[in-house]
């Protein structure tokens, strides 16, 4: 994957795939450098088998192919980028993934379209699960609920077009203070 929105993608819809009511996204740059990916939901959760070999091509739930890349993919660009990849997960109550990745290394993947990500995934997904996404770094922190959207919206769609549209420039304007020039 050429940048980190596309494995943020690939990981939120494995939580979507698990049946989460609520599925969580921090992304946080340290004034070290140290960009974390916090991806947490409250879904079906993983057995501990599973959670052994999650990190392996070969481990995937998916019944149409025999490999999944996804989280194998982003923890060798993790490690590339002198980080790593964690998971923790129960059986019945959900999964939460940790990415960290050094901003400093050649071999970090640049953050890329986090608000087309995030837009994608709400109106791909209008009716559940809920969305949260946190955002933090030196240069301030903003947060998107879609819970509180759905209250203000009154029954109106998330992927109708006009408000996909201002969804998409709402995270805009709110993300690229808080990383512009320095990840993406």
């Known amino acids: ?15 979507i795939r698990a049946q989460a009511k609520l599925v969580s996204l921090s992304v946080i740059l340290g004034d070290d450098g140290i960009l974390s990916i916090i991806i947490e939901d409250d879904g079906t959760g993983m057995s501990e088998e599973l959670l052994a070999r999650v990190t392996s091509p070969f481990a995937t739930t998916r ?50 379209d986090l608000p087309g990500t995030v ?13 949260l996404l946190q955002c933090s770094s030196p240069k301030g922190e903003m947060q998107f609920d879609t819970r509180e959207v759905r209250e203000a919206l009154q029954g109106v769609s998330f992927s109708e077009p006009e408000i996909a549209a201002w969804i998409l420039d709402s995270l805009r304007e709110e993300i690229e203070p808080i990383f512009g020039g320095v990840i993406l």
Do not use: W, Y
């Open 1 to 15: 994957m050429r940048d980190l929105s596309l494995h943020i993608l690939d990981l939120m819809q494995n939580s």
């Open 119 to 131: 837009t994608t995934l709400v109106t791909m997904n209008p009716d559940q699960p809920e969305f």
């Open 63 to 112: 019944t149409t192919r025999k490999v999944g890349l996804g989280i194998p993919m982003m923890a060798e660009n993790c490690r590339l980028a002198g980080g790593d990849l964690s998971i923790e997960s129960t059986l019945g109550k959900g999964t939460k993934l940790t990415a960290t990745l050094d901003t400093k290394s050649i071999d970090c993947l640049p953050l890329g």
